[in-house]
């Protein structure tokens, strides 16, 4: 049941993408500029929305042991030899 609200966000996305580049590319007339305005700040609301729910589960899934969200970042790891240039 998680694929059709992933799907569903990658609609989103690419709608919001195509109405960020009709805006940008053509001269349009005022009153439709603003409903495509208007449908891109929906769609970047639910593109958010969605963004902060799987933030939350990730938080959860990464919680300590007595439950307290737990933050990483992601980087890649340095190899060695990287820290043998810099000076002490």
């Known amino acids: 049941m998680t694929q059709p609200r992933a799907n569903e966000f990658e609609k989103a996305f690419q709608q919001l993408e195509k109405i960020v580049q009709r805006l940008e590319a053509e001269e349009l007339p005022?009153?439709?500029?603003?409903?495509?305005?208007?449908?891109?700040?929906?769609l970047s609301?639910?593109?958010?929305?969605?963004?902060?729910?799987?933030?939350?589960?990730?938080?959860?899934?990464?919680?300590d042991a007595k439950g307290e969200p737990r933050t990483e970042a992601f980087e890649e790891p340095e190899t060695e030899g990287d820290g043998e240039a810099e000076l002490e």
């Open 30 to 42: 005022l009153d439709e500029s603003l409903q495509l305005f208007e449908e891109g700040i929906r």
């Open 45 to 63: 609301r639910f593109c958010h929305q969605r963004l902060e729910e799987v933030e939350k589960k990730i938080e959860l899934i990464l919680a």
